[in-house]
């Protein structure tokens, strides 16, 4: 769970919630950074915007949270975004089975949740970032 490098004091793998839900409860521990991975686009906008509020409290000043993860574009739909993904698979993950492309795309029907830049710019706002920016 914790890992030592010559100029990290801590680096803590885990599930994103269950670790900022850890970190909250060590009240006067403060971090320097939450990365996220290609991770909350699997949350709700409600849980995702109460993981950013979560993560907000826990940095130390001047510190940052970095996200990296599958965006919407900001007039596309989920459904739309699903049909786009799914055409995707259909079409370009050849070496895996019909049936392992049917597991997959029912994951992502079930379990993507992929936001518009513009919504997690205001979740972000909301408890306090002021910074951010997207980088492709």
Excluded at 3 to 20: E, H, Y
Excluded at 21 to 50: A, C, G, M, P, W
Excluded at 52 to 57: K, L, R
Excluded at 61 to 81: A, G
């Amino acid at each position: 769970k914790y890992c030592r490098f010559s100029r990290v004091k801590n680096l803590i793998i885990g599930n994103i919630k269950d670790v900022v839900r850890e970190l909250i409860s060590t009240k006067n521990l403060k971090i320097d950074i939450v990365f996220s991975y290609y991770t909350i686009h699997h949350l709700n906008t409600l849980d995702k915007q109460n993981l950013i509020n979560d993560i907000w409290p826990i940095l130390n000043p001047n510190c940052c949270f970095m996200l990296i993860d599958v965006f919407r574009e900001e007039e596309e739909t989920h459904d739309c975004y699903l049909a786009k993904y799914k055409q995707n698979i259909r079409k370009n993950w050849f070496s895996l089975t019909k049936d392992e492309i049917d597991m997959a795309i029912t994951y992502i029907e079930n379990c993507d949740f992929p936001e518009t830049e513009n919504t997690i710019i205001n979740q972000v706002k909301k408890p306090g970032f002021s910074k951010y920016e997207f980088i492709y």
